[in-house]
């Protein structure tokens, strides 16, 4: 079961297909409950095999039923978005809202998006929704999270103004290698908005932010390179000769894809975490 998973998702082996169905569909044919829920997404998401998301709905359903949180989560993700199955908004959010409470990253972070952005209409609007759902995805490290309670700790949007704890979240964010995180970080320290400015170290994190394809990072790179003396900008290089800045994937494993997870049912992970089957 594991192999395959990991043949699934990419996770410390190529992603492959045909052997995760190979390993997976016995399995879950078998009523192995991870099983049931991996196999569940690739009939929900086509993935190797022909689409067919009502009986990929049923595994997962299955599985979820056994305690698997992760198929909790994606039974969630698609009864709110009716994948599979009738569309339920308050259902689907009851589900992954108790995926969440079973300490699942994912669902926490699914839920700080769905709540942020609104869900496409399907789910209301709530900053003040969002935000306890985002802290503890963050504080589980997850870096999607700790973008977001930095841009709403900046700003002041479902969490109280900090300018200080937003720098700390961006920071956090960014040593993972996130680059919107690594763009906040540089542009919040050459602005100074409440932190003491730091040229040099904005240097640092819109480049590496930049190299990673940001454009607006890009666009503030040009602001910050125009004020530096030449002194200035031979620390910066050197800096980034010394420390090459980290990227996505470099600082080791990503709890949660970013963003949060994708619209359709999400691979499991392959190991189980604290609070029950994930």
């Avoid at 978005?81 to 009851?94: F, H, N």
């Avoid at 932010?209 to 503030?220: I, K, L, M, W, Y």
């Avoid at 949660?256 to 994930?278: K, L, T, V, W, Y």
Wanted: charged share 20%; with cysteine.
């Amino acid at each position: 079961f594991e192999l395959g998973c990991a043949y699934l998702s990419a996770e410390q082996v190529p992603r492959n297909l045909p052997e995760a169905r190979r390993l997976l569909e016995p399995a879950a044919a078998a009523g192995h409950p991870e099983a049931m829920g991996a196999f569940g997404v690739m009939l929900a998401r086509g993935l190797g095999i022909e689409v067919d998301a009502q009986a990929g709905f049923a595994l997962i359903k299955r599985a979820a039923e056994a305690g698997v949180v992760s198929a909790l989560l994606n039974q969630g993700i698609m009864t709110l978005r009716g994948q599979g199955t009738t569309p339920d908004v308050p259902a689907g959010l009851a589900l992954i809202t108790r995926a969440a409470e079973l300490g699942n990253v994912d669902a926490q972070v699914r839920l700080a998006e769905a709540y942020y952005l609104g869900e496409g209409g399907l789910v209301p609007k709530s900053e003040a929704a969002a935000a306890p759902w985002a802290v503890k995805a963050a504080k589980a490290g997850n870096p999607w999270a700790q973008n977001l309670v930095g841009t709403m700790k900046e700003h002041g949007i479902g969490l109280d103004r900090d300018p200080v704890g937003a720098l700390d979240a961006y920071r956090q964010a960014a040593r993972q290698g996130d680059p919107k995180a690594q763009s906040n970080l540089g542009r919040l320290l050459h602005n100074g908005m409440g932190v003491p400015a730091d040229r040099t170290e904005a240097y640092y994190w819109l480049r590496a932010s930049a190299d990673q394809g940001e454009v607006t990072a890009r666009n503030f790179l040009a602001e910050v390179e125009a004020g530096f003396t030449d002194e200035q900008r031979a620390a910066a290089e050197d800096r980034l000769r010394q420390s090459p800045p980290p990227r996505i994937g470099s600082a080791g494993p990503r709890r949660g894809p970013g963003p949060p997870i994708p619209r359709d049912p999400a691979p499991p992970p392959r190991h189980a975490a604290e609070g029950g089957r994930q």
